[in-house]
């Protein structure tokens, strides 16, 4: 912790909400958080001076009262406060029995990218060293392992090319898409704005005019889920007029031919057919893009959660490469991630079911001989089951026991009466989190964590850059940090984890994680501003853009993959005429479990709703402020009606962050083949007025 004054600690911290990984001073006195403050500049790569009203006010969720306190143990239908001991031991006791029952991979194991670097590093080795599981996996399954998964075919890296400040805030042009920039990274859309209003071009492609479109140097109004059209036909326009990039093309990539063939049919008219997209207006953006000497092309879940997912990202690169937009700065493929530590908790400490930590092979016997040298255990060299596919075995009988550290799958996951249901029928289900959350509720055990405002480590934002975490305060009552739980619990399957502080485990990363080879606490101490990774020793001082000389494949070139064209899985019919889409609003996060329990934020969004174009609202009957019945396929909620322009009439919006009224009793199952990721953003309902309250 930092300097005290008459009691009081400041903390040099980063948001532990979005991945724009703003920096700032937080102060804390005597276990309650006191406010935020804006640190010095060399600390603030990301945000200058700036926060959004989430990272200025949002952390007033670890004062709640609600707060977990002891550790809980579940004696039928209710909770006991229990001691550490014996929550431990049930903990053990609990995972033993499923393992010599019914084997190691009877039980997975659910990480958080809400969690620190080292506290994600912890608990994958604690699902492959401690328990031998192969089933690990983490939220970033339904944000954008497909952003993953598409950028590692094409340019060997699953992150965002460049940096935020120098590169987004001072591009030429931008092709923004499926991200409502303003409401869900903040800062980042302030520093588009600015760059607008200094003469960039800006180009949103959505189906809903999202905040940004009022910036906008062309808004274009897509159909939900047909972005492939729209996206190949930008580039069949730019090869036919000459206007791609040919000297990179040839340099520095491969399989051009195959993507000038695959993207023939998509000709504007084609375009118009099927993703909406007037052809004056496909033409307009690809001129300009083409012709601008830098251009970034910015993504987020609009992108990603489709059954198409990894063939959507896969478009937009194929788009950045044949107009040579990698490589060089002011330009790049930039993934906004969601979550605070998702890049690095969720993606590059590898708690996933198919790669190590740094993406590193897992049925590479050299990357396995390393860390058996390490931990004294083999990891598991079979790929595990992803995050949806869990539930579906925990029904087939194949999964008996989870343990889940910071997630809330009964409202985040698809469909989730199926997933309530699953998570019902699981012999053992322990949940480590700091609220008792909707998932919480069905565990045999609780055991109460630290907030990151109570706790030491790093994060990892959005443009790759690690960046250290400070606590203001101690955790509440007997609460104690994720790493000091997760170490005495391997302590009781007999590993001693002899970890003095996560300075140690970032130790064990640099050894294990050659992206991470140089990123040491001696350099972030010295290092305000972080280190972005690849930065492999100590020598290296990280890697600003990727790209300048050569892509992530052993021949140094980007692939260009072919997009085959996907549209949605279910489309509108008598039944259920409207097309739901999903997003996020600026005062509320994820499931909500912290900006919930912030007043001045349910001050401004107190609720669940649904966005209804006025032409729609008039002919269902329905009233701005009325409650409405939302039914679709899955099942059905009641929400208030918020009579709107923002989309077609035939599409209709409900944000993802509440328990009454909650989006996922809609959606559907179906599954992106690559990365399994989840169709959130296109499903099929009806909606009918309930009247007045
Ligand atoms: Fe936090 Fe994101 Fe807001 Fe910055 S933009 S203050 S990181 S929520």
Redesign the pocket.
């Known amino acids: 912790s930092g300097p005290r004054l008459s009691g009081v600690t400041k903390a040099e911290t980063?948001?532990?909400?979005?991945?724009?990984?703003?920096r700032?001073d937080l102060y804390g006195k005597d276990g309650e958080v006191l406010g935020v403050r804006p640190a010095d500049e060399d600390a603030t790569p990301?945000?200058d001076f700036?926060?959004?009203?989430?990272?200025?006010f949002?952390y007033d969720f670890v004062n709640s009262p609600n707060r977990l306190t002891t550790p809980l143990i579940r004696e039928g239908d209710e909770f006991r406060e229990a001691t550490w001991e014996e929550a431990l031991d049930k903990v053990y006791e609990g995972l033993s029995k499923i393992r010599e029952e019914t084997g190691d991979d009877a039980i997975a194991v659910t990480s958080s990218s809400k969690c620190t670097n080292e506290e994600n590093f912890l608990a994958q080795k604690f699902a492959r060293q401690v328990l031998h599981t192969k089933h690990v996996d983490n939220c970033a399954r339904l944000c954008h392992s497909s952003t993953v998964a598409g950028l590692q075919q094409t340019l060997g890296y699953g992150a965002m090319s460049n940096r935020i400040n120098e590169d987004i805030g001072k591009t030429d042009c931008y092709l923004i898409t499926g991200s409502n920039t303003t409401g869900?990274?903040?800062?980042?859309?302030t520093r588009i704005k600015q760059n607008v209003d200094d003469g960039a071009d800006l180009f949103v492609f959505d189906p809903r005019k999202i905040g940004l479109a009022e910036h906008a140097t062309q808004y274009t109004q897509t159909k939900p889920g047909e972005d492939i059209a729209w996206i190949n036909g930008m580039v069949r326009y730019i090869i036919e007029n000459d206007l791609h990039d040919e000297a990179f093309i040839e340099e520095r990539t491969k399989h051009f031919d195959e993507l000038k063939e695959k993207v023939q049919p998509f000709t504007p008219e084609k375009v118009e057919e099927l993703a909406g997209v007037p052809p004056e207006e496909l033409t307009n953006a690809a001129e300009t893009i083409a012709e601008a000497d830098t251009c970034i092309f910015g993504w987020a879940m609009g992108m990603t959660q489709h059954a198409h997912g990894t063939r959507n990202v896969i478009a937009l690169t194929n788009l950045a490469l044949v107009t040579g937009n990698l490589g060089k700065p002011r330009a790049g493929v930039s993934p906004f991630r969601g979550q605070?530590n998702v890049q690095g908790g969720g993606g590059d400490m590898g708690p996933a079911p198919h790669t190590l930590p740094g993406y590193q092979d897992l049925s590479d016997d050299d990357v396995l001989d390393k860390f058996e040298d390490a931990w004294g255990v083999r990891p598991p060299d079979e790929i595990g089951l992803r995050l949806p596919e869990q539930y579906e075995a925990i029904t087939e009988g194949h999964i008996k026991g989870m343990f889940i550290m910071g997630e809330n799958p009964v409202l985040s996951e698809p469909d989730i009466r199926e997933a309530e249901n699953a998570i019902e029928e699981l012999d053992f289900l322990v949940v480590q989190d700091i609220f008792l959350t909707e998932t919480a509720e069905f565990a045999d055990v609780v055991l109460p964590a630290a907030s990151n405002a109570e706790k030491s480590g790093t994060f990892t934002?959005t443009e790759r850059r690690v960046q250290r975490v400070r606590p203001a305060v101690e955790p509440p009552g007997e609460a104690r940090t994720d790493s000091d739980i997760l170490a005495d619990l391997a302590g009781r399957f007999g590993f001693d984890w002899d970890y003095d502080g996560p300075v140690d485990v970032m130790d064990e990363i640099n050894d294990l994680v050659p992206i991470y080879g140089g990123v040491t606490y001696d350099r972030l101490e010295s290092t305000p501003e972080g280190l972005q990774w690849p930065c492999e020793d100590e020598d290296d001082p990280g890697t600003p853009f990727l790209y300048e000389d050569e892509f992530n494949f052993d021949d140094g070139k980007a692939r260009f993959v072919p997009a085959d064209y996907g549209g949605p899985v279910e489309l509108p019919d008598e039944e259920y005429p409207l097309m739901l889409t999903s997003g996020r609003v600026l005062y509320h996060?994820h499931t909500g479990t912290m900006t919930r329990r912030v007043e001045v934020l349910m001050d401004h969004v107190p609720e669940s709703f649904v966005t209804i174009h006025p032409e729609m609202a008039d002919r269902l009957g329905v009233k701005d402020g009325e409650y409405v019945r939302v039914t679709s396929r899955r099942g059905d909620i009641v929400t208030k009606a918020n009579v709107e322009e923002t989309s077609d009439p035939g599409v209709v919006f409900i944000p993802m962050h509440f328990a009454h009224g909650a989006i996922n009793e809609l959606t559907q199952h179906a599954l992106d083949p690559t990365s399994y990721i989840p169709e959130y953003k296109v499903t099929s309902v009806r909606i009918e007025p309930l009247g007045p309250d």
Do not use: D, I, R
Not at 184 to 189: C, E, K, M, N, R
């Open positions: 980063t948001c532990n909400y979005c991945a724009v990984g703003c700032f990301a945000n700036s926060t959004c009203v989430k990272g200025k949002g869900s990274h903040p800062v980042l859309a605070n934002n996060w």
